[in-house]
């Protein structure tokens, strides 16, 4: 079993950035896909960002068109922590930002729909001010 503790958020103004962590307990963190989700008031939660697990080191991250380019997910297996950098932050990036965890048997797949995911944290608030 994994838990996932979000951090990072706060209130910006736009352009601005910030780097929200999702810290993990529990062994074998490699072996998770991590993803990061949204969800702004009244919407459905969508996907953000995500990587697969990185048993070998290497992993594979997928965006939302929404963010690409101006977000960037990393992990690191050592600190079992998964960082979510945003810059040029814009009003619409407004949401609560969620990340969730998933057991993995690949080191290719990113899950980007948040059925694939067991593991969910509380979130973080990010608001973006115009």
């Known amino acids: 079993q994994v838990q996932l503790v979000e951090s990072g958020g706060g209130l910006v103004q736009a352009g601005d950035s910030l780097r929200l962590s999702c810290a993990a307990s529990g062994r074998a963190f490699s072996t998770y896909a991590v993803g990061w989700f949204r969800q702004a008031p009244g919407k459905e939660r969508e996907f953000v960002a995500g990587v697969s697990r990185s048993v070998s080191n290497i992993c594979y991250a997928d965006y939302a068109d929404s963010v690409k380019g101006r977000f960037t997910i990393s992990r690191d297996n050592a600190k079992n922590t998964v960082y979510l950098q945003m810059n040029s932050l814009e009003p619409e990036d407004t949401a609560v930002y969620l990340c969730?965890?998933?057991?993995?048997?690949?080191?290719?797949?990113?899950?980007?729909?948040?059925?694939?995911?067991?593991?969910w944290g509380q979130g973080t608030q990010v608001t973006v001010s115009s």
């Open positions: 969730a965890a998933q057991a993995s048997s690949s080191d290719i797949l990113v899950i980007t729909t948040p059925p694939g995911y067991d593991h």
